[in-house]
């Protein structure tokens, strides 16, 4: 017998090996093993590091505002887990981030005051698909895409899902209060849950809905408070979805336009007939030479308009030829099928121009459809006045609004240059205000707009807080005040004067070049 | 490099001077700096789907890398590095937890089919590895003993067994040529574990008539291993020798049943000059049905079927990416067996295979979490109705065999019945003729 065939001794030498490691553990690290086992929870400071941050790359200096470090991280397995973690946490007054697939750029699970994360991304199953009534229950942690390739091959679809499907969790979507491919015609997430399971900061297990039926009726809506809540209310556990057959087809048609502001306009158009597509996705052409700057067969045009359709193929077949029409009037051609269909595979791959970087820095917000050729405008302009590379690019989520996910090229390894292209985010927020919209999100960093969205309503929103979390120790420093480690609040009009001399001194600085590089062909 | 590993040893009780990964830039720092961070590779990574772990995810892994690289940041040069890290409550990394979690992998590649920002994750994982060896910071254990039992004269395979061994199951039986025009690269799995693929293997060839011969006892493992698992230093010796061998007999051709000694064999170039030309036996068993010169006599059994062929990664998605990955040759093998009525697919198959969890040099790891890979992969085979499973790849298959016996252990008491068999492409070959 070889030792390599010989799983008892490997599994002995394996533990020999790690027992060197091992360092001398904490009393939270002894109390949270006998909640969960001891292969679900770690304080090393490798594993503290890699839960510290999520998409947006956070310079050192970051955490000394925000103790953006994790004391220890814990995957629960189920609610009674996390129930249990949040007795002990309310008794020792520590702070408790969920987590799901980070995949977010606003710090929505990046601790800012420590203490413990709860990696829910680890609870990954699908634990009914209900085909009598159509809903599926899953845990937190399972992945949109995964999700969504798993209900299509059984003949069921979901009805929108994230532009970052294959990173996004379902409780992570949930908590940001989701819009994404599908919402135009399923709307966002908020429309789709059926039920939810929370437990909150004491470790009590509540059911929000009912999962059989909707929830319209009288009572408390308590399943669209944790929507959007971004984890300061109480930890997801389980969600249930509604769900729809399978569509007969699943068509992408792609329009070319001589520039994203004609694009804009034919948009508005189709937004205003009874036509309703799964997805309506918009690409300023100078997203295309980015791509074809990475070494990629990608078109040289002004602006690309996709527009996907789901349903029975003979009504597909009327609404796309009504849609040509339109889309005719304000300069779209319609390009080959092989295109559309190609546009539609990468839907998930829109920030490969990360690499020219390297780094990418994007900004999420919401505009009326009305004003879209408006905010393409102030968008294109913050570009060019901030001397930054990037690309207009963004969806549509409903009939009166539009997603822009703005993106430009910035350089992580020089520090300051990249803490002012920051300012991108701040200016482009500013746009979307102009013309009556609002940012995509507030996590960590943009939580000073709250109150200039919501004005009085935010005290009503922290009288919530209080309720369901008397103790302040679920996902503190987000959302409803910004705190920093020193419990001192940023208000926001701070955060948007920093902001604004980030800006000046994004404009005083030489403008973004590309490093030539040669990349291969992939 | 050698010597500097002899002193690692000699210190191991000295405290060691912590390696300088700042100065010493891995390879593909690009790709490091490229990562978007956007978790798509956690979807599809197998580590991830039972671990959970952040740390064991490619995403996690290349954070780290970029961590460990950086330089001092502007707060640490200001206050210093310690009161920083004490300021921020950070603390210094272990380099050996490090390492273990780079070295719980796969190597699969199945994170480059999704990458959002194409980092070629295939060669990624074992350069990085190799350059983490280099830099002096030590292997997890058993990946360091398979690399000396390579090198001791006495065994030749990761294995630890006598080189005697390693044609005892054919010596008697088939008394091969001392020339030939085609060399069966067997391979250490297939000569020490999974012989029963080297016996297919020689029925196959020898019905159909090929001059061949084996390298016999003078067969050295392929350096696959070494390659995985960083410790290059050898390779060339490995390299050398295995060519010689071939040359020896005059080869023209040589043809390995085994993945991973294809791969490492076509590494060979860059150490040794050879022109002989690599075939996987899948491809020569096609062309040998093609030309009509297998008689398929017997029937496969019914009770067997249906089976479905799983792709190692090695042989499709990786080799893919190198030059061109082998898919449908085995699947054209088997659907012209003629008792073979049909071939089952995983929904994940071809460039998007799930790895059978056995690759990469993980079983020498951690091997407890490869099997669980394994069973997540035979629960869909059941769940599809197949009754074998048939790969191309000995380590594939040893590594099934493994997770079925322990399924069936864990099944012992339970009134469900489980069945499952494992078999090489060439095994079925080798049956139906």
């Known amino acids: 017998m070889t030792e390599l065939d010989n799983p008892q001794k490997k599994a002995e030498n394996k533990s020999n090996y790690s027992k060197d490691i091992e360092e001398v553990t904490s009393e939270i690290y002894r109390n949270l093993t006998d909640i969960v086992g001891k292969d679900r929870v770690s304080e090393s400071n490798l594993d503290r590091l890699l839960y510290s941050h999520d998409l947006a790359p956070l310079p050192k200096e970051m955490s000394l505002l925000f103790k953006t470090f994790p004391d220890i991280v814990v995957k629960p397995r189920n609610a009674t887990d996390v129930s249990g973690i949040m007795k002990y946490a309310v008794e020792n007054n520590i702070p408790v981030t969920p987590r799901g697939g980070a995949s977010w750029t606003f710090g929505g699970s990046v601790p800012a005051l420590g203490g413990i994360i709860l990696d829910l991304g680890s609870m990954q199953e699908i634990l009914e698909i209900n085909k009598e009534n159509l809903f599926v229950t899953v845990e937190p942690g399972v992945n949109w895409k995964y999700l969504y390739d798993t209900l299509l091959s059984k003949g069921f679809l979901i009805g929108a899902y994230p532009s970052s499907a294959p990173g996004a969790t379902v409780g992570g979507w949930v908590n940001t209060g989701g819009v994404g491919i599908g919402s135009y015609k399923y709307g966002g997430i908020d429309r789709l849950i059926r039920s939810l399971e929370v437990v909150l900061s004491d470790g009590t297990i509540i059911t929000t809905g009912c999962k059989n039926v909707l929830n319209n009726s009288s009572g408390y809506n308590l399943t669209d408070l944790f929507v959007g809540s971004e984890g300061t209310l109480g ?64 078109p040289k045009i002004g602006a690309i308009v996709d527009i996907i359709f789901s349903g029975d193929s003979s009504i597909i077949d009327i609404h796309e030829k009504n849609t040509k029409e339109i889309m005719a009037k304000y300069d779209g051609k319609k390009t080959i099928k092989e295109f559309a269909d190609f546009e539609w595979t990468e839907r998930f791959f829109e920030s490969k121009a990360r690499r020219l970087g390297p780094g990418l820095i994007v900004g999420e917000c919401f505009c009326p459809v009305s004003k879209i050729v408006d905010m393409i405008k102030g968008s294109q302009d913050v570009l060019k006045k901030l001397k930054m590379k990037g690309a207009v690019v963004g969806y549509i989520a409903d009939q009166n609004t539009a997603s822009f996910m703005t993106y ?30 609002r940012p995509g999100g507030f996590g960590l960093y943009f939580s000073g707009n709250l109150k200039k969205i919501h004005g009085k309503g935010v005290l009503v929103m922290d009288d919530i807080k209080s309720t369901f979390d008397p103790h302040y120790i679920m996902n503190p420093g987000k959302l409803i005040e910004n705190t920093t480690r020193f419990g001192i609040p940023i208000p926001g009009f701070a955060m948007s004067i920093g902001m604004n001399v980030l800006a000046i001194l994004k404009r005083i600085m030489p403008a973004d070049k590309i490093e030539k590089k040669k990349y291969g062909k992939k | 490099m050698e010597k500097n590993r002899k002193e690692i040893a000699k210190n191991t009780n000295q405290k060691e001077a912590r390696p300088n990964l700042v100065k010493n830039k891995p390879p593909h720092l690009d790709d490091i700096y490229a990562c978007l961070q956007c978790g798509y590779c956690n979807s599809v990574c197998p580590i991830y789907r039972e671990t959970g772990w952040e740390s064991l995810t490619p995403r996690g892994k290349v954070y780290l890398l970029r961590h460990l690289i950086s330089k001092n940041s502007i707060i640490d040069k200001v206050l210093g590095k310690k009161i920083a890290d004490i300021l921020t409550s950070r603390g210094k990394i272990s380099l050996e937890e490090a390492m273990i979690k780079i070295y719980t992998c796969t190597l699969c590649s199945r994170c480059e089919t999704i990458c959002h920002v194409d ?40 294995f630890m067994e006598p080189v005697s061994k390693r044609d005892e199951w054919y010596r008697d039986e088939y008394k091969l040529p001392e020339k030939a025009d085609i060399v069966y690269f067997i391979g250490c799995m297939s000569s020490y574990h999974e012989y029963q693929i080297l016996l297919s293997t020689l029925k196959v060839f020898t019905s159909a008539g090929l001059n061949f011969t084996t390298l016999g006892t003078d067969e050295m493992c392929c350096g696959a291993i070494n390659t995985m698992t960083g410790q290059w230093d050898n390779f060339k010796k490995i390299a050398e020798n295995n060519v010689r061998q071939i040359k020896k007999r005059g080869a023209t051709k040589v043809i390995t049943g085994c993945p991973a000694c294809y791969r490492a064999i076509k590494k060979y170039h860059k150490f040794v000059d050879f022109n002989f030309e690599l075939f996987h036996t899948t491809q020569i068993a096609a062309i040998l049905i093609k030309k009509g010169r297998l008689k398929f006599t017997k029937k496969f059994d019914e009770k067997n079927q249906p089976i479905i062929y799983h792709d190692p990664c090695e042989l499709g998605r990786v080799m893919e990416y190198e030059s061109k990955g082998i898919f449908e040759t085995p699947r054209y093998i088997l659907n012209n067996i003629p008792s073979i009525n049909k071939v089952l697919e995983f929904p994940n198959n071809r460039m998007d295979s799930i790895c059978c969890g056995g690759g990469g040099g993980l079983r020498a790891v951690n091997y407890n979490l490869t099997t669980d890979i ?33 399924k069936k252990e864990k099944m012992k008491d339970s009134k469900e019945k489980f069945k499952m068999k494992v078999m090489d492409v060439i095994d079925v070959v080798a049956k139906c003729i």
């Open chain 1, 235 to 298: 930890v997801i556990t389980k969600v249930t979805l509604k769900i729809f057959p399978a569509p007969q087809e699943i068509r992408p048609t792609s329009f070319v336009f001589p520039d994203l502001e004609k694009a804009g306009e034919a948009i508005h158009a189709l937004t205003r007939t009874n036509i309703t597509p799964y997805h309506i996705a918009f690409l300023d052409g100078t997203h295309f030479d980015l791509l074809r700057e990475l070494g990629k067969n990608a």
């Open chain 1, 408 to 437: 430009a090229i910035s350089n992580e390894q020089k520090i300051i240059k990249n803490m002012a292209s920051l300012a991108l985010v701040k200016k482009l927020t500013d746009e979307a205000f102009k013309v009556g919209g």
């Open chain 2, 119 to 158: 980092i070629d994750f295939h060669e990624y994982w074992e350069q990085i590895r190799k350059w983490m060896v280099e830099n002096g910071i030590k292997p997890p254990p058993n990946t360091i003993d398979m690399y000396n039992n390579i090198a001791n004269e006495g065994y030749k395979n990761p």
């Open chain 2, 374 to 406: 394994t069973q997540r992969k035979i629960d869909e085979a059941i769940e599809l109705g197949a009754s074998t499973i048939v790969s191309a790849c000995p380590n594939c298959k040893a590594q099934f065999s493994d997770a079925i016996e322990i």
